[in-house]
């Protein structure tokens, strides 16, 4: 279907998507000048987070981009099904953990679990996700000017072609950004109904669960256990690692991580760490227990009506290496230099098909920084170092080095923490620290408002890192990662220096002044 010259709106997108979802003969939709045999500088292969903000910055450069995606709107997995529902639950975790701690107390109404549902958020998120979908096609056609044929697999010829429907596409270079797809791990009984990972819990849940195990030990494991818990689901984490000791996170401050599973804990989760699971058992085709050896050699069975997979996601790379013989990595994703560049030249591979954290800000930044090496730029992108965060019932958000680390490399290492760490202080009733979203917990449940702590090297007086749990600090860590890491650093002083927005929900400005003043820093 050959939409170039149609101008829909946000309805009209929408309406064109969901017919395209729910037919599997649906055509492809073409937005292609009309020009016979053009030559790309690139097609991007997937038009995910990665593919669309790479075409659009070639597409700005003067370059031009053609994207083929699958699916029939762009923006791929994050809006779909992986990012925004998972902020839409962990929103839902927050406020329905709040309504739990107040219920019947000050203006809360007693809480009532039958209003609390999973089935109905996950409802309320497929009758909403559409928009984003439209906006993203409108935006990209009509606002960033990129060509893309949409509803359409592609099928990799070799480092100049891609087939996708019914036609041959020619560019000078390639840009893989397929994605990665859910890790299903070897374990007996995952095809009983009622065992679910994050993709097929938007797509397929039909019922209420009422009790769940959830299998992983990372962010979507803690994160959609920690919903599944606060709308009432009662909920049981195993985990082969500690939990956010798995390979996949770094810097997991110590003090921070004992804060947040413990808050799992008060909030009513089971924990079963260093944990095998055995077996998903079922009765009758449905899932009613899964055996876990425990640490101790026991086997132990969980009975539970729902099982939630969170063990992590791989690339499909089985395309790209039969027809390009590219070099895949030892963990299953294609190796790049820091150009974006794979084995084969003239090949590039971006976002969650290549190493490095599964995130936003490096899946567009590498589509972004692929397109600007085919335009002729010499950039390299280190995404070695990044600021990270996940949801509990809280906001965790961290960057730079974690106490143990620091202090293994500095002889000097002072930390700034709220509350603090002193021996018969009482911090459990210390209403600190609280601002945004944590003041009602500190004037009637102190211990629930919050943990921060920077990490700062007393000789050069520099801050190596921050730590928070507790709301709306997110966006602060966006821009103390890129203070912190900038050639000259961010010292104590120009932190202390700075003007906060009291209450601020991270101290750190504040507290960094109390401490400023010292010639030789001190805890605080
Ligand atoms: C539950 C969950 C929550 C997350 N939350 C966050 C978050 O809060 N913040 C954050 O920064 N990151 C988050 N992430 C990570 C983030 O979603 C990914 O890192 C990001 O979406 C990767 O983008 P991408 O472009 O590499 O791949 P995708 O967005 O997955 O795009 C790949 C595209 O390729 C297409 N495709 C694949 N094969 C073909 C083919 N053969 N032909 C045509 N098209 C093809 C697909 O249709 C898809 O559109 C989350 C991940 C998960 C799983
Ligand atoms: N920014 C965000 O808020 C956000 C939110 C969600 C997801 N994401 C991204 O999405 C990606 C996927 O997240 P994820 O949490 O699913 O994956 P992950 O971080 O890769 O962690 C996978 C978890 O599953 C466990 N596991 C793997 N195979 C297993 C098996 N066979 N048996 C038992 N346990 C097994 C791992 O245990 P071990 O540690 O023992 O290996 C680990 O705990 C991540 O890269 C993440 O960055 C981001």
């Known amino acids: 279907m050959d939409i170039r010259d149609e101008h829909y709106n946000l309805g009209e997108w929408n309406q064109l998507i969901e017919s395209c979802l729910s037919d599997p ?3 492809p939709l073409l937005n292609l000048e009309r020009d016979e045999n053009p030559v790309y500088d690139a097609i991007f292969v997937g038009g995910g987070a990665g593919g669309r903000f790479g075409s659009a910055y070639m597409k700005a450069m003067g370059g031009r981009s053609l994207i083929i995606d699958a699916w029939p709107f762009l923006g791929g997995s994050c809006p779909h099904q992986a990012c925004v529902p998972h902020h839409l639950f962990s929103e839902a975790a927050e406020e329905l953990d709040r309504m739990k701690w107040f219920s019947d107390e000050l203006f809360f109404p007693k809480f009532d679990p039958s209003r609390a549902s999973i089935l109905a958020l996950v409802k309320l998120f497929l009758a909403g996700r559409g928009s984003a979908h439209a906006f993203m ?3 990209t056609k009509e606002q960033l000017d990129v060509e893309f044929v949409l509803n359409a697999h592609a099928t990799i010829v070799d480092r100049n072609t891609v087939a996708a429907a019914g036609r041959t596409f020619t560019a000078r270079n390639l840009v893989l950004g397929m994605g990665a797809r859910p890790v299903l791990p070897d374990i007996p009984g995952l095809d009983l109904e009622g065992v679910y990972d994050f993709v097929s819990l938007v797509e397929e849940l039909d019922y209420e669960p ?3 195990v959830i299998i992983g030990g990372s962010k979507v494991a803690m994160e959609y256990g920690s919903f599944f818990q606060a709308t009432g689901c009662d909920t049981t ?17 110590e003090d921070l991580r004992q804060y947040v599973v413990e808050g799992m804990r008060k909030r009513g989760m ?14 009758d085709g449905r899932v009613s227990s899964v055996t876990v050896r425990l640490s101790t050699g026991e086997e132990t069975t969980l009975d539970t009506d729902f099982v939630f997979l969170g063990t992590g996601e791989r690339p499909t790379v089985a395309q790209a290496r039969e027809a390009l013989g590219i070099e895949v990595g030892p963990t299953g994703r294609v190796a790049v230099n820091k150009r974006m560049q794979t084995s084969v030249p003239g090949v590039y591979a971006i976002g969650d098909m290549i190493d490095g954290p599964m995130e936003m800000f490096k899946a567009r930044k590498s589509g972004v920084t692929a397109a600007r ?13 990044f600021p990270d965060f996940f949801h509990t019932t809280y906001e965790v958000t961290w960057v730079g080095l974690t106490e143990a680390e620091a202090r293994e490399r500095f002889d000097d290492v002072i930390i700034i923490q709220m509350p603090p760490t002193v021996e018969g202080l009482d911090t459990p009733n210390l209403p600190l620290p609280c601002a945004e979203g944590t003041m009602l917990y ?3 449940k102190p211990e629930l408002s919050g943990f921060q702590k920077l990490v700062v090297d007393g000789a050069s007086r520099k801050v190596v890192g921050a730590h928070h749990v507790g709301y709306g600090a997110k966006d602060a860590f966006q821009y103390l990662d890129h203070l912190i890491h900038s050639p000259d650093g961010l010292t104590i002083d120009t932190l202390g220096w700075m003007n906060e927005l009291f209450l601020n929900p991270e101290h750190f400005i504040q507290l960094s002044r109390l401490r ?3 010639q030789t820093l001190r805890d605080l």
Not at 270 to 283: L, W
Not at 373 to 378: F, H, P, R, Y
Request: charged share 20%; glycine share 6%.
């Open 25 to 27: 003969d649906s055509e």
């Open 137 to 139: 096609n409108w935006q």
């Open 210 to 212: 009422t009790r769940c």
């Open 237 to 253: 984490i195993v985990s082969r690692s500690q939990l956010m000791r798995t390979k996949a996170l770094h810097h997991v401050d």
């Open 270 to 283: 089971t924990i079963i760490d260093q944990a095998v699971p055995v077996s998903v058992n079922g009765v």
């Open 373 to 385: 090496n085919i335009m002729g730029e010499d950039l390299e992108f280190d995404y070695t170092e």
């Open 442 to 444: 500190a004037f009637s």
């Open 516 to 518: 400023a003043g010292n």
